[in-house]
Every structure is written in C-alpha cells, then in structure tokens.
C-alpha cells in the first residue's frame, strides 16, 4: 500500500508554545489530506480536510484559528497547535487520498503538553 | 443522520474464524472501507467494497450487501497479532471531500 510519513511521533512541550506536526505522502501525490484527533479507546474525530492549494475545511468545534492547516504541495500538508494547552493533549493521526479513494494513515504524533 | 453500527466488543480463539458485522444508514453510498487499529498506532487499510459481493485478499475477507446496508470482515486462521481494533467506514458522495464516515470500532481479543 501508500506510504504516509508523518513527524514526529512524539512531542512534549510546554504549555503555551506551538507545535507543527507534518504528514508526507512518499510515493503518491495527494489532493486531499485529513486530519484526525484521537482520545483513549475513543474512535477517530475529524478535525479538518486539507486540500492542496485551498483553505482548509474545519469541522464544527474545531478552532481554526488554534490549529492551523497549511496544504501547500501535493505531498505535504502540515497542522500547528498554536499556544498548546494541556487539554490539547492528543493522539493526532493524518492521513492522505490517494487517486483510488483509499486513505492511507500516517503513524500519528502523540502530543502531551505540561 | 449518519450512523454506523458495530460490536464493541468480540473474541476468538487463535486459529478460529472471526466475523465482525458493520451496518449502516446513510444519506448517500460511495464505498466501504475496513481498517485495522493496534493500540496507540494510527489506522492500517485492509479492504474496500464499492459493489456487492465478496472481496478475498489472503486471511481477510470483506462481504458487502449495499441493499441491507451492511458489511463483515471476515478473518481467518486467527493469530495473536490480530488483536486491535477493526474500524468500518463509509465514504459519502453527498460531502464535498468525500470524508468517510467512522464507526467506534470493534475491539477483537484473541485469546490462546
């Protein structure tokens, strides 16, 4: 199947400092990327769709504004949490569309904020 | 609404034959995916159905009857690595990205 990159894997941080996450596709380009929250034993929540070139789709709930979404390549797309808090503490996961409809998941950056 | 319904919940004996079920009702159809989940790692693809019938691709399988609204994951010659979560979706023509639409999961224990 795809390859989905996605760096890093792990991230502590401080409270209030803003962290980027990226989600490379390596051998396929994509379109549309999404972007997922995870909690504990919870199913996965969509935050957002990235679309190359184009603003991103935020889900109802979600603050743009504090996760900001930048799809600027056909391979690329990247989430920052901005001013980190510990609630934002999270399993996020991406995931990119390939030109068959399959999305194909990145490793997901487990975030913990002090 | 969108729903999609399946156990929480099975278990199966290594070397048995696991059927997990996955029913929906939504607006639209354009296809039903099944994904594995290992505890604390991101979702693996495993099958897509966009017609009826059965899809066989080694020890999985995946039926889906697109007029009852529902799918299995079928898996065979259990092993202990199988254990995860196994995630049913179905992607919805009637949104503009054509996101898919989860269901909790079904948590698969795989017992010696």
């Known amino acids: 199947g795809a390859v989905v990159s996605q760096h890093p894997s792990r991230v502590i941080c401080k409270s209030g400092t803003s962290v980027k996450i990226e989600c490379r596709s390596l051998?396929?380009?994509?379109?549309?990327m999404f972007w997922y929250r995870q909690f504990p034993k919870q199913s996965l929540m969509l935050m957002a769709t990235?679309?190359?070139?184009?603003?991103?789709?935020?889900e109802q709930g979600v603050e743009k504004d504090k996760f900001l979404i930048n799809h600027a390549s056909l391979t690329l797309s990247t989430l920052t949490v901005t001013s980190a808090h510990p609630e934002d503490s999270s399993f996020y996961i991406c995931?990119?569309?390939?030109?068959?409809?399959?999305?194909?998941f990145g490793a997901g950056t487990r975030l913990s904020v002090l | 609404g969108q729903n999609i319904d399946q156990p929480t919940e099975m278990t199966a004996t290594e070397g048995a034959i696991v059927q997990i079920n996955c029913t929906y009702q939504?607006?639209?159809?354009?296809?039903l995916f099944w994904y594995q989940q290992h505890a604390g790692e991101a979702p693996t693809f495993l099958s897509y159905?966009?017609l009826d019938g059965l899809e066989e691709k080694g020890r999985f399988s995946s039926f889906l009857s697109r007029s009852k609204g529902y799918s299995y994951l079928l898996l065979k010659e259990l092993q202990m690595k199988d254990s995860a979560s196994y995630l049913c979706?179905?992607?919805?023509?009637?949104?503009?990205?054509?996101?898919?639409?989860w269901g909790a999961g079904t948590k698969l224990i795989i017992k010696p």
């Open positions: 995931s990119a569309r390939d030109r068959g409809g399959i999305q194909y």
């Open positions: 939504t607006s639209g159809f354009n296809g």
């Open positions: 051998d396929f380009q994509a379109t549309t």
């Open positions: 979706a179905v992607r919805d023509p009637m949104d503009s990205n054509y996101q898919l639409i």
């Open positions: 990235s679309n190359e070139g184009s603003k991103a789709t935020y």
């Open positions: 159905n966009v």
